[in-house]
Nanobody
Framework: QLQLEESGGGLVQPGESLRLSCLVS????????IGWFRQAPGKEREGVSC????????NYADSVKGRFTILRDNAKDTVFLQMNNLKPEDTAVYYC??????????????????WGQGTQVTVSS
């Protein structure tokens, strides 16, 4: 069973940065495309970004383009989400997920079969 663990969340002020990490256990990490999702209280889950298994293809939600960057280090079985210029509307629980299918736009949750427990990101002054 593939296991994913997010880390790196926290409380920051508007304009600051955070880097989330998603550590994927088990073998064949580079077999999976990885996505990042978020869910704010009272809102639907939103696809934020995804990256292909070799890292050559990425997609972003319009709301984060130019501010967030997704990266993966297959040697460390880890995917990162670098979040710059954070805004209060970025406040949410962030989840990473793995898919046997392909990273596409928009980033849709239904193709991701493995999920982490989430990490809280709060942007507030």
């Amino acid at each position: 069973q593939l296991q994913l663990e997010e880390s790196g969340g926290g409380l920051v002020q508007p304009g600051e940065s955070l880097r989330l990490s998603c550590l994927v256990s088990k073998y064949n990490f580079d077999y999976y495309d990885i996505g990042w999702f978020r869910q704010a209280p009272g809102k639907e889950r939103e696809g934020v970004s995804c990256i292909s298994r070799r890292g050559g293809k990425t997609n972003y939600a319009d709301s984060v383009k130019g501010r967030f960057t997704i990266l993966r280090d297959n040697a460390k079985d880890t995917v990162f989400l670098q979040m710059n210029n954070l805004k209060p509307e970025d406040t949410a629980v962030y989840y990473c997920a793995a898919s046997d299918y392909y990273c596409s736009a928009p980033v849709r949750a239904h193709i991701y079969g493995y999920w982490g427990q989430g990490t809280q990101v709060t942007v507030s002054s």
